[in-house]
């Protein structure tokens, strides 16, 4: 087979897994009283530790007003704080509260146990070989990833 045909049946395959995991993770996300953009505003808040309306106006690429709504119901939520910045009065830091960071740590661990009972179905051999295939793939991905920050 050709590296392409391989790299497409690879892309293929990798598509197959992740609509079978979304069906076992359905519930979890079906049940959280968050909306996406409430959801995609918590993980990027937490994901950065603090950041601000711009910043994560800009990473879900919508305007600033727009996320003044979103952020205005997670703090009402208990999920996210909101405070003024110590070197710019006019900047409002953005910080997941510890209920969010709850919320989003059990969140991954619950996905993470789910993809745990999958790969409990698999041999020895086949997580053995998964597991090369994946650190292979790591290996490359982070490799990338420091060749385009190094480039900014």
């Known amino acids: 087979m050709e590296t392409a045909d391989l790299i497409q049946q690879i892309v293929e395959l990798q598509r197959k897994v992740d609509r079978a995991r979304r069906q076992y993770e359905l519930d979890i996300w079906m049940s959280l009283p ?3 953009a409430q959801l995609k505003c918590l993980f990027f ?4 530790g603090s950041t601000n309306s711009r910043k994560l ?7 600033p007003t727009n996320i003044t709504g979103i952020i205005d119901r997670l703090v009402k939520q208990g999920l996210v704080s909101r405070a003024g910045d110590a070197q710019d009065r006019r900047i409002l830091v953005l910080k997941a509260t510890t209920k969010g960071k709850r919320l989003v740590a059990n969140l991954r661990e619950r996905k993470r146990s789910s993809f745990s009972k999958v790969l409990a179905y698999m041999s020895r051999d086949e997580l053995t070989a998964l597991y090369k ?4 793939l790591a290996g490359v991905v982070e490799a990338r990833t420091e060749e385009v920050n190094a480039a900014h």
């Open 57 to 63: 106006a800009e990473a879900l690429r919508v305007t």
């Open 34 to 36: 968050l909306t996406m």
């Open 45 to 48: 808040i937490s994901n950065k």
């Open 133 to 136: 295939g994946l650190t292979s």
